[in-house]
């Protein structure tokens, strides 16, 4: 478990992102924003301009859809990094058809050793039905495995409902 982990987990559109934003944010340390959404279409293109508009200039922004190891291994200690959304990132692993196993191994390693504090940001997406075709499955069946390591090596776990932070796991700064 690495106590610099912390893990901000809650449906689409939950608040989630604004409550990891706001908690590094308080933490005083460099912001760094690890972006894993890659913008294919207008709506995504709409939703990483208004993120990058609510974030303000003070966010240091690196891009990583598929493979943020260099990005969370080159950041200090002096540093907040959020990484806004495992999500996203787990789906660029699907539709690429790679070796989902290895990348994640790699991910988590790569959380775990990095020198700054953390903030990885993801949706719960179990909660609803039984998706009806296979690639659904497969990534909400992903999804679930990969939220599950993510909580279980970090020091704080938050979940956001409606706006509001319901921790599960450590207690908030």
Same mark, same amino acid.
């Given at each position: ?40 279409? %207008? %709506? ?37 990094? /959020? ?18 196993? !290895? ?30 075709? !296979? ?10 495995? /990969?939220?599950?390591?993510? !909580? ?9 409902? !409606? ?8 207690? /908030?700064?």
């Amino acid at each position: 478990m690495s106590s610099g982990l912390i893990f901000i987990l809650g449906g689409a559109a939950s608040g989630k992102s604004e409550f990891a934003e706001a908690l590094a944010l308080e933490s005083g340390l460099s912001a760094h924003y690890l972006a894993t959404g890659e913008a294919l279409d %207008e %709506e995504m293109r709409h939703k990483v301009k208004a993120h990058r508009a609510r974030r303000g200039a003070e966010w240091i922004t690196h891009e990583a859809p598929l493979d943020p190891a260099p990005v969370l291994a080159a950041l200090d200690h002096d540093c907040v990094c /959020l990484f806004d959304c495992a999500t996203f990132w787990l789906s660029n692993q699907l539709m690429r058809d790679g070796d989902l196993a !290895a990348a994640e191994a790699r991910l988590l390693d790569a959380l775990t050793d990095c020198p700054a504090r953390v903030i990885v940001v993801s949706n719960e997406v179990g909660q609803g039905i039984v998706p009806a075709d !296979a690639l659904s499955r497969r990534f909400r069946e992903a999804q679930g495995r /990969l939220n599950i390591a993510l !909580a279980a090596r970090a020091g704080l776990v938050v979940q956001v409902v !409606a706006g509001l932070p319901n921790v599960l796991k450590g207690a /908030l700064p």
